[in-house]
């Protein structure tokens, strides 16, 4: 049975990927340092659905604590890693900077290490699209320069590429990165805009909408998600053996690596969204119109060809379906009486 530790195990992602990863028959080793970001109840509450599998064995840590992760490398015999532990949030990394730099760099280094050590098969990271920053070409492609961050997560996520390249070609690593778009669904987090948007709804306070409502996101559902990044498991990056130093591809190299587009490939329109969510409530937001937040993007927009080719992968939860699963399962978590 092989073993995959995944990191951010009980966070929003981390939590659905581990039951599908059990499901299909691998032994999982869950690392989430259960930081108090957001509430952590909702943390614990997922941690409880795995902790009774039989083949589920967790570990309370940060990833920045060296010591720490070398001894869980140590004491298992990790076959495959998914670093989804990080420090996330565009405005919150305007507040908190510091912690962006130990969890998504120092941390991310650790586990590079540890991976190059202890003769890991394969390395899976997320990225993000706030990669592409202040790229305006639609849409965003992993051909694309990415050169122009918006924000210091932004900044963090690029630089976990590049040290991931570098791990690539110099200890022949394969890493996999994922630029996920706008993930939503179950048990998300509470400082997204549907937790968010859904909780003040039901209880009928206002809602913030940036940039006057004039957003697109590629909104993407979780279980979607998921299913991509378990084809993946086994899909370890390959060099690119047409890639060129002359016309150099970003998104694959020489060496053992690849970048992904991870996203739904149908932007929606954030009015829209916020309609989806009214309609299946039964019950108007109260709109409070802002400008564009700093480090925010007004539209994003996922070109995800190469992934569907190499994975025979396309999403397949429409909006309206989406948004209708999380807001009968906030209604279930939190007891809400509509």
Same mark, same amino acid.
């Given at each position: 049975?092989? !073993?995959?530790?995944?990191? =951010?195990?009980?966070? /929003?992602?981390?939590?659905? #990927? ?37 083949? %589920?064995?967790? %570990? ?12 869980? &490398? ?24 510091? $912690?962006?730099? $130990?969890?998504?760099?120092?941390? &991310? ?9 202890? +003769? ?13 920053? $202040? ?17 210091? %997560? ?15 070609? #110099?200890?022949?690593? @394969?890493?996999?990165?994922?630029? /996920? ?14 937790? !968010? ?21 590629? /909104? ?39 970048? %992904? ?5 149908? @932007?929606?329109?954030?009015? +829209? ?6 309609? !299946?409530? =039964? ?10 937040? $700093?480090?925010?993007? @007004? ?26 699963? /999380? ?12």
């Amino acid at each position: 049975m092989k !073993k995959i530790l995944i990191t =951010g195990g009980a966070g /929003f992602i981390g939590f659905n #990927l581990t039951k599908k990863i059990l499901a299909l028959g691998y032994a999982v080793i869950g690392v989430d340092n259960m930081n108090d970001y957001y509430e952590v109840s909702l943390k614990e509450a997922r941690l409880l659905q795995l902790t009774s599998h039989g083949s %589920y064995n967790f %570990y309370q840590t940060d990833l920045e604590d060296r010591g720490k992760i070398e001894s869980i &490398f140590n004491e298992n015999r990790i076959d495959v890693v998914i670093n989804l532990a990080a420090q996330a949030g565009v405005r919150y990394s305007l507040e908190n900077p510091h $912690a962006y730099i $130990a969890s998504n760099v120092v941390g &991310f280094m650790n586990i590079l290490e540890s991976c190059r050590h202890n +003769d890991v098969e394969h390395l899976i990271y997320a990225s993000s699209s706030s990669v592409y920053g $202040a790229n305006t070409s639609l849409p965003f492609s992993t051909n694309d320069n990415i050169d122009h961050p918006l924000s210091l %997560y932004a900044a963090t996520k690029k630089a976990n590429e590049l040290m991931a390249h570098t791990y690539s070609s #110099l200890y022949n690593l @394969p890493t996999t990165g994922l630029r /996920f778009f706008t993930v939503y669904g179950p048990w998300g987090r509470p400082d997204m805009a549907l937790f !968010k948007f859904t909780k003040s709804i039901i209880e009928g306070k206002p809602i913030d909408v940036y940039n006057n409502g004039d957003m697109m996101r590629d /909104f993407t559902y979780v279980d979607d998600i998921v299913e991509a990044i378990s084809r993946l498991v086994e899909k370890k990056a390959q060099p690119n053996p047409e890639w060129s130093g002359n016309n150099p591809d970003p998104s694959s190299s020489y060496a053992p690596y690849k970048v %992904y587009n991870i996203g739904n490939n149908s @932007p929606v329109n954030l009015m +829209d969204f916020i309609e989806a969510i009214e309609e !299946k409530i =039964g019950k108007k937001a109260i709109r409070n119109y802002m400008p564009l937040q $700093a480090g925010d993007v @007004p539209a994003t927009y996922a070109n995800v060809e190469d992934l569907y080719r190499d994975i025979d992968f396309q999403p397949q939860t429409s909006i309206k379906d989406g948004v209708g699963k /999380f807001v009968d399962w906030y209604i279930d978590y939190y007891k809400v009486k509509l």
